[in-house]
T-cell receptor
Framework: EAQVTQNPRYLITVTGKKLTVTCSQNMNHEYMSWYRQDPGLGLRQIYYSMNVEVTDKGDVPEGYKVSRKEKRNFPLILESPSPNQTSLYFC???????????FGSGTRLTVV | SQQGEEDPQALSIQEGENATMNCSYKTSINNLQWYRQNSGRGLVHLILIRSNEREKHSGRLRVTLDTSKKSSSLLITASRAADTASYFCATFGGSNYKLTFGKGTLLTVNP
């Protein structure tokens, strides 16, 4: 089944403790992206990747890092999480930037 | 920066009725897409309409695009309780390699 898999689904962590949210897709998509969704603010793009080793900032990249060493994986790294990063995070992939996206099921992160 | 803005923010209808949601945007686009999100879950791609298209159909969905007015509409015909979800429009401008989402319309279909 074609899908984007994110882990974990839920995570509660403490301020400053580094964490990684994994994202993997099995569709051989070139384009991958991370979004965060917050009430009243909608979905905002954090980072995106056009292909392996090609990443770029979205609208809200501060406090996040990404890497794209393999085509299928696009992890999101929070080096020192803060409470304002409490959010619902989505990974998405697509054949190309302008095509329809396939989304993962989301990761609900709480930073206390 | 938000590109698409959906209207209304919330819509409540009875099963069997049609639901119409609108999306307005500000800058030129390459294509416009509609997505559905069930509460707290991942978004699901519904339909893509290119800037040179005016109307597109997929099952019970009908999407129109008016680039002169920078607006689009999503019509769901003969709605069902299972259509209850948030619906988002998203625009792709081409030059910035990203899809920009609106804040969504929450559709409630009452049985």
């Amino acid at each position: 089944e074609a899908q984007v898999t994110q882990n974990p689904r839920y995570l509660i962590t403490v301020t400053g403790k580094k964490l990684t949210v994994t994202c993997s897709q099995n569709m051989n998509h070139e384009y991958m992206s991370w979004y965060r969704q917050d009430p009243g603010l909608g979905l905002r793009q954090i980072y995106y990747s056009m292909n392996v080793e090609v990443t770029d900032k979205g609208d809200v990249p501060e406090g996040y890092k990404v890497s794209r060493k393999e085509k299928r994986n696009f992890p999101l790294i929070l080096e020192s999480p803060s409470p304002n990063q409490t959010s619902l995070y989505f990974c998405a992939s697509s054949y190309s930037a302008g095509y329809g996206y396939t989304f993962g099921s989301g990761t609900r992160l709480t930073v206390v | 920066s938000q590109q698409g803005e959906e209207d209304p923010q919330a819509l409540s209808i009875q099963e069997g009725e049609n639901a119409t949601m609108n999306c307005s945007y500000k800058t030129s686009i390459n294509n416009l897409q509609w997505y559905r999100q069930n509460s707290g879950r991942g978004l699901v791609h519904l339909i893509l309409i290119r800037s040179n298209e005016r109307e597109k159909h997929s099952g019970r969905l009908r999407v129109t695009l008016d680039t002169s007015k920078k607006s689009s509409s999503l019509l769901i015909t003969a709605s069902r309780a299972a259509d209850t979800a948030s619906y988002f429009c998203a625009t792709f401008g081409g030059s910035n390699y990203k899809l920009t989402f609106g804040k969504g319309t929450l559709l409630t279909v009452n049985p």
